[in-house]
């Protein structure tokens, strides 16, 4: 039999766990800043300079989304998918999101795919297009488990595939336009939210691949799997 005194207690620390939740459920976050533990909103692209992460998909998304596979299902579905080929030319860039992991290599870099998942980035390596690379906060000091996106519009092979004139701004609104609202791929329907958010990005053109300006604005995406 229990005393009073006990079945009080346990019914209190029932209680307790009502109001706050266990530390696993608590953490979950739609992203850590990269700066706040070391890291940097702009990826290393070489010679010192980067290209801006410009967008993430929010650490609150469903969790299949956030995994490479579940990814490039996601951007199959709003209009990307993997390189021609599997043939990527150039060397990877590599991303420090400040937790913990130090400077990594971009997970995977998808292309627009115009309409067409398995050939249509071929398209987009002849005539250019909007392309994005990937990489995952999920270092012990800040796992959200976020997608950083740098998102960009780039020029046809015929100009080196170099970002067209506020590329980087053109890139990450057409990929949100495609993302926003119900979109599906191989049997998997999404619903996409979007917010603006400042302050993590500076605007302008210092130290941004190519010397091309942007607006400092990151889209945070929250990617709901419907089924």
Not at 204 to 219: E, F, K, L, M, R
């Amino acid at each position: 039999m229990y005393s009073l005194g006990t079945l009080a207690t346990v019914a209190l620390q029932a209680a307790v766990r009502l109001v706050f939740p266990s530390t696993s459920d608590a953490s979950a976050v739609a992203y850590y800043n990269p700066i706040a533990g070391g890291g940097s909103m702009l990826d290393n692209a070489g010679d010192g300079l980067g290209e801006p992460l410009n967008v993430i998909i929010s650490g609150l998304s469903s969790p299949d989304v956030l995994t490479e596979d579940g990814v490039i299902n996601y951007a199959r579905a709003i209009g990307f998918s993997e390189e021609c080929f599997d043939i990527h030319l150039g060397a990877p860039q590599s991303a420090n999101l400040g937790d913990g992991n130090g400077w990594v290599n971009q997970t995977i870099e998808l292309r627009q795919d115009y309409g067409d998942a398995p050939v249509g980035t071929c398209l987009e390596s002849l005539i250019g297009g909007d392309h994005f690379r990937v990489y995952q906060q999920n270092g012990v000091d800040a796992d959200s488990g976020a997608l950083f996106l740098a998102v960009s519009q780039e020029e046809p092979v015929t100009d080196g595939h170099d970002i067209i004139p506020n590329g980087y701004n053109i890139g990450r609104d057409s990929l949100v336009t495609w993302a926003v609202g119900k979109t599906s791929y191989g049997g998997v329907s999404y619903t996409t939210t979007a917010q603006n958010i400042t302050g993590l990005l500076a605007p302008g053109s210092t130290g941004v691949n190519h010397g091309i300006a942007q607006d400092g604005v990151v889209v945070l995406l929250t990617v709901i799997i419907d089924n």
